[in-house]
């Protein structure tokens, strides 16, 4: 079975930073594309930023030149550094993933079960 955990999520003050890793586990035969997306209660699940195998990268109009996106594929393992924090920035933010498993020969989607992140004034 594959799993997406995150961690890193947490009170901040507005203006802080805080980084979300998201570590992939299980019977994996390659990770493609990762990304982090946020959920606030009430609003459809939104993509803050994604990052190819390639490293080529892709952010939310709302966190470019804030939040950065990175990954170690030898790790399985993706990051969001996340900079000038807002309130808005608060959420539950989620790690996702494209994974081809070793047991079957497509790719599939798989979220992690999310962190919290708290923005305080």
């Known amino acids: 079975q594959v799993q997406l955990v995150e961690s890193g999520g947490g009170l901040v003050q507005a203006g802080g930073s805080l980084r979300l890793s998201c570590v992939v586990s299980?019977?994996?035969?390659?990770?493609?594309?990762m990304g982090w997306h946020r959920q606030i209660p009430g609003k459809p699940r939104e993509l803050v930023a994604e990052i190819m195998h390639n490293g080529h990268t892709n952010y939310a109009d709302s966190v470019k030149g804030r939040f950065t996106i990175s990954r170690d594929i030898a790790k399985n393992m993706a990051f969001l550094q996340m900079n000038s924090l807002k309130f808005e920035d608060a959420a539950v933010y989620y790690c996702?993933?494209?994974?081809?498993?070793?047991?079957?020969?497509?790719?599939?989607?798989?979220w992690g079960r999310g962190t919290q992140v708290t923005v305080s004034s």
């Open positions: 996702s993933a494209a994974i081809a498993e070793t047991s079957s020969p497509s790719v599939g989607f798989y």
């Open positions: 299980g019977s994996i035969f390659r990770v493609d594309n």
